[in-house]
Every structure is written in C-alpha cells, then in structure tokens.
C-alpha cells in the first residue's frame, strides 16, 4: 500500500510583542528620541516580526509547528505575548 502525502507550502507572519507590565527600554529610549526630534511620541512599543516560509502536510499542522517555533525559539513566555497569521504560497 502506498500512502501518499500532499505537502503545502505556507508563509506565517509571527509579531513577538512583550507583556503588558514588562519594560522596553527600545521602545522607551525611541520615544525619547522622538520626543528630542521634536515629535509628540507620547509611547513607543518595540516588537518583533518574522516571516517564515515552510512546509507542511496541512493547514492544521502548519498552525502546530508554529505554535511549537514560538514556545521553542520564537517567544521567551515569561515575558511575551505573540500572535501569527498564516497564508498558503502557490
């Protein structure tokens, strides 16, 4: 018997963004940037986009491995909070 897989391609974009209550001395050390260029910056918050391209055997285990990327590599849980959105590539 021979078992045939349909492998999918698929991009994610992955946004990495701290928890509420968490410092972000990027964003806080912008802002004031801003505000010294004469800007009205009144807060900046600093995240993290990725853009990943991959293959998968289904819309579902795509969504599972990028949940595992995040938990694994992506996102530290202690501290951060991140969302994806996931596309099939022709």
């Known amino acids: 018997m021979i078992i045939l897989l349909t492998i999918t391609m698929y991009r994610a974009r992955i946004e990495v963004s701290l ?49 595992e990327m995040c938990r694994k590599l992506l996102a530290n849980p202690t501290k951060d909070n991140y969302s994806f959105k996931i596309e099939e590539v022709e």
């Open 19 to 67: 928890k509420q209550g968490h410092s972000d001395p990027e964003g806080e050390m912008t802002t004031q940037s801003l505000k010294e260029l004469k800007f009205s910056a009144k807060k900046v918050n600093v995240s993290k986009i990725y853009t990943i391209v991959f293959e998968a055997e289904s819309r579902q285990k795509a969504k599972e491995a990028l949940e």
